[in-house]
């Protein structure tokens, strides 16, 4: 290539320049969206700061962390935020993988089950949260419905009105809503497995059960931690699903942690302490996601 | 060993489990939203409507602005997307192309960024929109988005940018281009199917945005698609026929666009997901 010596030329005292001026836009979004956020976030959770009436701002020291510690809605929707991550993510991986096997066969015409993997993935998690409201309404409910014709039992089940059916009914909308985005992301994965593996296991004597835990699942493992690491990190910052469904409710047995959040800052304009719920749940995504990023490094 | 699934008729099942799957709320809805009030409180619950209306259709609309969500919805992810791939094109491009060092360790820094929850960004993001006084504008919930795409599209670029080869450009230097008339002229035809995949993604992510729309623009003119339908329901009723009506109309646009581009979709959505 005769060119390439012009080309050098061309490009060796601007290279950095250029580098710097094509990121700059990304890391200034960056900066003003995420870096300054962090920093402020630290610094108001050290502040008694209301946007309501007129106090000003001062400092409190460790005060709202204390208060944090004592606040038994913030323990509650620790819990609550904990559990559905518990529940949901591993209930996605198992239905997710599911309908990636069920979607991975020979089948003629491929568009009608993709389009059904990806209409989920597609939907508003808020509506999907208003759609299955009205499926586990109590009276009219497509669910009770269901229920009835099956079991018949003496009085309709209550989802959204009694905790512990309203925190199961969320924890399913869940698992639907997002075992199409994890079958999605393994069926890439199963189609990547050579052929080969599994016709070499059949001559072996192999059963299918045998191929499916011997071949698909080790191969598919940097699939699942992927998917998982997504799912975990949404889990944990679950909002829209109990709000359309529930807001919280009954009570606030099924508040989660960006709710109680959400309600601290936007609602009552308490930015002091809501900052420092923030910086909790910061933490616990940072925990988790060093977690993973191990495991990642001692599997590869 | 014969397998199960050479059946035809075992595979059709499969196929239906999956589409029933995917498909049935979607389904419910619309059936729904085509019952009146009276059929809908009516024991045992219908299936089939047995009197279609379309009469909650033309209540969704005159309940609330449900036009003005709509269009609200579209200026939003619209502008958001475009400006989702200007930026993350341009840091795409140097993390592919140039000499750069630490090149890793920039396309960590940008896929990082959606590690962190939003929702303790959203405390100082209220703020700072609070400060600059973009509450309820379509500004406050853009810039978010883009930052919000900026992973996803970064990575899906990127390599698209690496399987476009080197000696392309260089032959259009050579014929006198400057390096941005290169990247104009070559580059970015050439990544367009790239771009475009990188687009849907961006525009699926931002139309479906929910806890930013509601905390930053509660004005009604300013409101989105997911928050507005939520405000349907009052204190004690919930007209679910006409909420149904609202959310086949918020869900057509967005089923149609991820039917056309349906491949395109699962390819982005893989990509930028393996790599992370």
Not at chain 2, 206 to 214: K, P, T
Request: aromatic share 12%; net charge positive.
């Amino acid at each position: 290539m005769t060119g390439v010596s012009t080309y050098d030329k061309m490009r060796d005292p601007s290279e950095k320049t250029l580098g710097f001026l094509l990121l700059a836009p990304a890391f200034l979004l960056l900066a003003l969206i995420v870096v300054y956020p962090i920093g402020r976030l630290i610094w108001n959770s050290f502040h008694d700061l209301r946007l309501s009436g007129g106090g000003g701002i001062k400092f409190v020291g460790f005060e709202n962390y204390v208060l944090v510690f004592k606040d038994p809605d913030f323990w509650n929707a620790a819990k609550n935020t904990v559990l559905i991550t518990l529940i949901t993510v591993p209930g996605a991986l198992v239905v997710g993988m599911g309908l990636a096997l069920l979607a991975n066969l020979p089948f003629k015409h491929k568009w009608p089950v993709r389009l059904a993997l990806l209409l989920p993935w597609a939907l508003p998690l808020a509506f999907a949260g208003l759609i299955f409201a009205w499926f586990f309404h109590t009276e009219y409910g497509v669910v009770n419905d269901v229920v009835r014709r099956v079991a018949s039992p003496s009085e309709p089940v209550m989802w959204l009105l009694r905790p512990n059916w309203a925190f199961a009914a969320i924890c399913l909308t869940i698992i639907w809503k997002t075992s199409s985005f994890m079958a999605l992301i393994l069926l890439a994965g199963l189609q990547m497995i050579p052929k080969s593996l599994y016709e070499a296991a059949e001559v072996d004597g192999a059963s299918q059960v045998q191929q499916f835990w011997q071949i698909t699942i080790p191969m598919l493992m940097p699939s699942i931690i992927v998917a998982l690491i997504f799912r975990t990190i949404t889990a944990l910052q679950t909002f829209d699903i109990p709000y359309t469904m529930t807001k919280g409710g009954p009570g606030n047995s099924t508040e989660t942690l960006a709710m109680l959040i959400h309600k601290t800052t936007i609602d009552y304009l308490d930015v002091g302490y809501g900052s420092t719920l923030a910086v909790f749940m910061f933490v616990l995504s940072m925990f988790v996601t060093a977690f993973y990023l191990k495991r990642i490094g001692r599997n590869a | 060993m014969t397998n199960i699934w050479d059946s035809k008729s075992l595979r059709l099942i499969a196929a239906g489990i999956v589409v029933i799957n995917g498909f049935f709320p979607a389904v419910w809805i619309l059936l729904t939203s085509l019952k009146t009030e009276a059929e809908l409180v009516s024991k045992p619950i219908t299936y089939w409507p047995h009197n279609p209306t379309l009469a909650n259709y033309v209540q969704a609309f005159t309940d609330q602005p449900l036009l003005k969500y709509l269009g609200n919805s579209v200026t939003v992810a619209l502008s958001a997307t475009i400006f989702s791939l200007l930026v993350s094109a341009l840091a795409a491009y140097a993390i592919a192309r140039l000499n750069l060092k630490r090149r890793q360790l920039i396309l960590t820094c940008i896929v990082a960024s959606s590690m962190f929850p939003l929702v303790t960004l959203l405390v100082p993001i209220f703020e700072t929109m609070r400060t600059l006084g973009l509450l309820n504008s379509y500004t406050a919930l853009v810039l978010p988005y883009i930052v919000l795409n900026l992973p996803v599209c970064t990575l899906v670029l990127v390599s698209f940018f690496q399987s476009i080869p080197k000696d392309l450009e260089n032959a259009a230097m050579i014929d006198g281009c400057t390096r941005m008339g290169a990247l104009v002229r070559v580059v970015v035809p050439l990544a367009a199917p790239g771009v475009f995949t990188a687009g849907i993604l961006a525009f699926v992510n931002s139309w479906d945005e929910f806890l930013l729309a509601l905390s930053l623009n509660s004005n009604p003119n300013f409101r989105t698609l997911p928050v507005g339908i939520t405000l349907y329901q009052g204190e004690f009723t919930f007209p679910w026929p006409i909420i149904s009506a609202a959310l086949i109309v918020a869900i057509v646009p967005i089923a149609v666009l991820i039917a056309i581009f349906q491949e395109r979709v699962v390819g982005g959505l893989t990509q930028g997901g393996l790599k992370g």
